[in-house]
């Protein structure tokens, strides 16, 4: 019974083409997350949404558009990817914005060629 | 802009050790400060959640602390074992808006060598 699930765990692509990562979460939560870590481990958050709305939008380029068709989703669209975007993504959630504690989900490692 | 750093990056102790982990941060508004841990491929699991009015809190053979008045956290861990071997991320709150966002330290790599 895994809280926040995320799919793909691995995926490679070439630069130019898009790809989409989903998170799923079973926790009843109202906030979900994405982060990206990047090759050197650093942790930083993307995006937020609580209950479906955009709440958190941290200077990511526009080639990102996050969807979350409903509390429990949230997915990660990538357009026209480049090197750079080659990192580890997280997909979070919590209970509310209110401080509450985090809940990771896998990661999906994405390597752009 | 809120910065956070561990100290030490790696470490590595041998088995039994009891060993202190430690996190500053920047900006003293902090919310609460949670700590995760992370094995190698995988994802974070959370340890300790701290909240800004409290000294200390404590899981098992775990044991945070925070003084916020001096933008400091330490994890204290007590007769440490090879599974302990993980990543250790801080990461802080801040108190007002800010829609819940965590950021993270650079983080430190464990090892417990038997």
């Known amino acids: 019974d895994t809280a926040v699930s995320q799919t793909p765990k691995y995926l490679v692509t070439q630069m130019g083409n898009d790809k989409s990562i989903k998170c799923e979460q079973n926790?009843?939560?109202?906030?979900m997350y994405w982060y990206k870590q990047d090759s050197k481990k650093f942790l930083k958050i993307m995006f937020s949404?609580?209950?479906?709305?955009?709440?958190i939008n941290e200077t990511v380029p526009n080639r990102f558009s996050p969807k979350s068709p409903d509390k429990a989703h949230l997915n990660l669209h990538i357009n026209s990817l480049e090197l750079g975007d080659s990192a580890v993504y997280f997909c979070?959630?919590?209970?509310?914005?209110?401080?509450?504690?985090?809940?990771f989900g896998p990661g999906t490692r994405l390597t752009v060629t | 802009k809120q910065e956070v750093t561990q100290i030490p990056a790696a470490l590595s102790v041998p088995e039994g050790e009891n060993l202190v982990l430690n996190c500053s941060f920047t900006?003293?508004?902090?919310?609460?400060l949670q700590w995760f841990r992370q094995d190698p491929g995988k994802g974070l699991t959370s340890l300790l959640l701290?909240?800004?009015?409290?000294r200390e809190q404590t899981s098992g053979r775990l044991n945070a602390s925070l003084d916020k008045s001096s933008g400091r956290s330490t994890l204290y861990i007590a007769a440490s074992q090879p599974g302990d071997s993980a990543t250790y991320l801080c990461?802080?709150?801040?108190?007002?808006?800010?829609?819940?966002?965590?950021?993270f330290g650079t983080g430190t790599q464990l090892k417990v060598e038997l």
């Open positions: 979070a959630s919590s209970r509310g914005t209110g401080g509450y504690e985090q809940y």
């Open positions: 926790l009843g939560h109202d906030t």
């Open positions: 949404y609580n209950n479906k709305e955009l709440i």
């Open positions: 900006d003293s508004a902090i919310y609460n």
């Open positions: 701290i909240q800004s009015s409290q």
């Open positions: 990461a802080v709150r801040r108190s007002t808006g800010g829609g819940n966002k965590l950021t």
